[in-house]
Each structure stands twice: as structure tokens, then as C-alpha cells.
């Protein structure tokens, strides 16, 4: 509390969400110079602690509202860049950082925290994912897995600070470099939460062209992978068709975080994106877990 002004008073009506998100920010920022037109772009969608937080006082609706989660890092590390939270479900933090990244493009600022944050603080979103049939029996996510029957649901947080090449310093480390981005919705579909395999597609060749890069340049695609029969067969698909396995000129290696973490719903993708750049520091991927058989779908 003392680190970022906070009362003890104050503290104890805050949403966790927002404990966590700006403590996690404040560790990416770390020793970078904060200028003061830092955006904060934060993925988000629980709003669990409205409904744990009992008693109301002067603090109730800021430290429970998802906008005040985005604002409070600008607010307490002094960053006056463009400052959103975004919900778009399971892409949230996903769709943060392609906002992130249009903003620095757009000179709105010269450098992004991009957060994804999620926390299981009741059993709500347990009783609702279970009557959809969402989740697995196990507790695994068995990610392109004959015997995927569903996900898991995870908890955590994670955060990037993204700037122009150009303006990386001498004493700054690059971790990944980001090509381009590109986002979409399904549109029309088998139901409301059915994705779309040639949505899909038109995403991935959007980002293809945009980078202007062929399919034969990708060797890893770090996938949704959410261990769902309904999901996991249209995702390859769309993958499939997008970068030709059978016509391929080398290997193409899907990987899947969730069979790992488990899936962290608004804070999956950042946590993918991590993933992903670790595998390119390390010169290796992980094996997918729970898959000794592959789907043949």
C-alpha cells in the first residue's frame, strides 16, 4: 500500500483484479523511464467482487469497476497515456494489445503496458460454465486430444511493455518484436459461443499480409487451444487451410498453453503471447500435455 499511496481503508474495497494488475504493471515497467504518455491497455471481464464486497463506503465503486482497474496504474505510476480496459471475453487481453499496439502507431503514445488479468473469486462462473458444458470432467485441458472434453479454468496475471523498435535504448533488452496484429469477430455462426472457422482464416491472413510475411516464413503458432470438441477441430482447420500442412515446405508446431495453465479466460492470450516469446529465448517449445492420442478431427 505504502508503494502506490493506497490506505489500508481504500485497500480493502479493491477488487483483487486491480491489486494484482497493478502490482504486476508496475513489475514490467521495472527500471524503464516512465514517460508520462505510457497507455495502459488491460484485459478484463470479471466482476466477481461486486457481488463479495457486502458492505459500501466511498471506495465501493471505484474498487470494483473494470474502467478504474486500467485507470488506477495510470493513476498511481503517473502514466497519462490512453488508459482501457477491454472485454471481449476470452480474447480480452489479446484484443488489448492489438489496441496497444494501433495506439503507439497512431502516436497516441510512445510506449504500452499491455496487461490480462483474471481471478476465480466465486463459484458463479464455475455453475455457468459447467451448465454450458464448457469444462472438462478431469480438470485438463486436453488440447487437440481424442479425449478432449473441455477446459479448465486458471487464474492469473501477466503483463508486456511494447514500444516502437526505433526508440528501444541501448540499456533496454528486446525480448520479441511484433510484426503486425489483426482482429475480428465471428460474425454469424452455429451459436453465439461457436467460433467461426473462415473468420478465423481472414484474422490470420489479415495479420499474414500486414507483416507482409507467407505462411512458409511461420514455423510455431501458439493456438487458442481450449481442449473442446466443439473448438479445437475448427481451429486446426482454420490453421490447416491458412498455411497448407500437406503442402508445406517445413514443419509447422502448434502449441498450446492451456494444457499447461489451464485457461485463464480474459488473461489467456497474454499469457500465450509469453509463452511464445520464451519459446523463441529458449529455441524450444514445450510439449502439449494430456494429448497422447490426437484427435482425428
Same mark, same amino acid.
Given at each position: 500500500?505504502?508503494?502506490?499511496?493506497?490506505?489500508?481503508?481504500?485497500?480493502?474495497y479493491?477488487?483483487?483484479?486491480?491489486r494484482l494488475?497493478?502490482?504486476?504493471?508496475?513489475?514490467?515497467?521495472?527500471n !524503464?523511464?516512465?514517460q508520462?504518455?505510457?497507455g495502459v491497455f488491460?484485459?478484463?471481464? !470479471?466482476?466477481e467482487?461486486?457481488?463479495?464486497?457486502k458492505?459500501?463506503?466511498?471506495?465501493?465503486?471505484?474498487?470494483?469497476?473494470?474502467?478504474?482497474?486500467?485507470n488506477?496504474?495510470?493513476?498511481?505510476?503517473g502514466?497519462?497515456?490512453p488508459s482501457?480496459a477491454?472485454?471481449?471475453?476470452?480474447?480480452?487481453?489479446?484484443?488489448?494489445?492489438?489496441?496497444a499496439c494501433?495506439?503507439?502507431?497512431?502516436?497516441?503514445?510512445?510506449?504500452a503496458? *499491455?496487461?490480462g488479468?483474471?481471478?476465480?473469486?466465486?463459484?458463479n462462473?464455475?455453475?455457468?460454465?459447467?451448465?454450458?458444458?464448457?469444462?472438462?470432467? !478431469?480438470?485438463?485441458?486436453?488440447t487437440?486430444?481424442?479425449?478432449?472434453?473441455?477446459?479448465?479454468?486458471a487464474?492469473?496475471?501477466?503483463?508486456?511493455l511494447?514500444?516502437?523498435? *526505433?526508440? *528501444?535504448?541501448?540499456?533496454?533488452?528486446?525480448y520479441?518484436?511484433?510484426?503486425?496484429?489483426?482482429?475480428?469477430?465471428?460474425?454469424k455462426?452455429?451459436?453465439?459461443?461457436?467460433? !467461426?472457422g473462415?473468420s478465423?482464416?481472414?484474422?490470420?491472413?489479415?495479420?499474414?499480409?500486414?507483416?507482409?510475411l507467407?505462411?512458409?516464413d511461420?514455423?510455431y503458432?501458439?493456438?487458442?487451444?481450449?481442449g473442446?470438441?466443439?473448438?479445437?477441430?475448427?481451429?486446426?482447420?482454420?490453421?490447416?487451410?491458412?498455411?497448407?500442412?500437406s503442402?508445406?515446405?517445413?514443419?509447422?508446431?502448434?502449441?498450446?498453453?492451456k494444457?499447461?495453465?489451464g485457461?485463464?479466460?480474459?488473461?489467456?492470450?497474454?499469457?500465450g503471447?509469453?509463452?511464445?516469446?520464451?519459446?523463441?529465448?529458449?529455441?524450444?517449445?514445450?510439449?502439449?500435455?494430456?494429448?497422447?492420442?490426437?484427435?482425428?478431427?
Amino acid at each position: 500500500n505504502d508503494k502506490f499511496n493506497i490506505t489500508d481503508a481504500e485497500a480493502k474495497y479493491i477488487d483483487p483484479h486491480q491489486r494484482l494488475a497493478l502490482e504486476t504493471c508496475y513489475e514490467a515497467l521495472h527500471n !524503464n523511464i516512465r514517460q508520462k504518455d505510457t497507455g495502459v491497455f488491460l484485459g478484463i471481464q !470479471n466482476t466477481e467482487w461486486t457481488h463479495i464486497s457486502k458492505t459500501a463506503s466511498s471506495f465501493s465503486a471505484t474498487g470494483s469497476s473494470l474502467s478504474i482497474a486500467a485507470n488506477r496504474i495510470s493513476y498511481c505510476l503517473g502514466l497519462e497515456g490512453p488508459s482501457l480496459a477491454i472485454d471481449t471475453a476470452c480474447s480480452s487481453s489479446m484484443s488489448a494489445l492489438d489496441a496497444a499496439c494501433n495506439a503507439i502507431y497512431t502516436n497516441d503514445c510512445t510506449q504500452a503496458l *499491455v496487461c490480462g488479468v483474471d481471478l476465480l473469486l466465486t463459484e458463479n462462473g464455475y455453475i455457468g460454465t459447467c451448465a454450458a458444458k464448457m469444462l472438462s470432467h !478431469n480438470g485438463r485441458c486436453a488440447t487437440f486430444s481424442n479425449k478432449a472434453d473441455g477446459y479448465a479454468r486458471a487464474e492469473g496475471c501477466g503483463a508486456l511493455l511494447i514500444k516502437r523498435l *526505433v526508440d *528501444v535504448t541501448e540499456d533496454e533488452h528486446v525480448y520479441a518484436v511484433i510484426n503486425s496484429t489483426s482482429i475480428n469477430q465471428d460474425g454469424k455462426s452455429a451459436n453465439l459461443t461457436s467460433p !467461426n472457422g473462415p473468420s478465423q482464416e481472414r484474422c490470420i491472413q489479415t495479420a499474414l499480409d500486414r507483416a507482409g510475411l507467407s505462411p512458409d516464413d511461420i514455423s510455431y503458432i501458439e493456438t487458442h487451444g481450449t481442449g473442446t470438441p466443439l473448438g479445437d477441430p475448427i481451429e486446426s482447420t482454420s490453421i490447416s487451410n491458412v498455411f497448407g500442412y500437406s503442402s508445406r515446405k517445413k514443419p509447422l508446431t502448434l502449441g498450446a498453453a492451456k494444457s499447461n495453465f489451464g485457461h485463464l479466460e480474459a488473461a489467456a492470450g497474454i499469457i500465450g503471447i509469453i509463452k511464445t516469446v520464451m519459446c523463441l529465448q529458449n529455441r524450444q517449445v514445450p510439449p502439449n500435455i494430456h494429448c497422447d492420442i490426437l484427435n482425428p478431427r
